[in-house]
């Protein structure tokens, strides 16, 4: 589970978090199985904990999510926090909760992006 106001993402068991990690990225089960090279039911499985991957699943799962294999098994990951500079203004504060759930890679995509965009 995540919470917006404590510095830590916190995840209660294997099966939820390999759920919240799903959702988070926006994935169904047959897409996270398809990134594993298996089946929607060994997810469904798994998000159920009623049955455990083997260790290759475990860092192949870690290496799709992109995470420390620990964060699977509940061990908080921190959580960068960034202030707004900018006060009053809805449409940014929308637009900075937007990009702080983005990954990395899609961070810096997307500031290539704007700075194409504002050169003149």
Partial sequence: ?????????????FGANIRQLRQE??????????KLGISQKAITSYEREAREPNLEKIQQLAKVF???IEVLFGQPQKKVKIKS??????????MQTLFQKLRLKEQ???LTQLESLTKT
Avoid at 25 to 34: F, S
Avoid at 85 to 94: A, D, L, Y
């Fill in 25 to 34: 990225r926006g994935w169904t089960q047959l897409e996270l199985a398809e």
């Fill in 108 to 110: 810096q995509l997307i």
């Fill in 85 to 94: 500079t900018i006060h009053g203004n809805s449409r940014m504060s929308k």
């Fill in 66 to 68: 992109e995470i420390p």
């Fill in 1 to 13: 589970m995540k919470s917006e106001n404590h510095p830590y993402i916190l995840y209660m068991g």
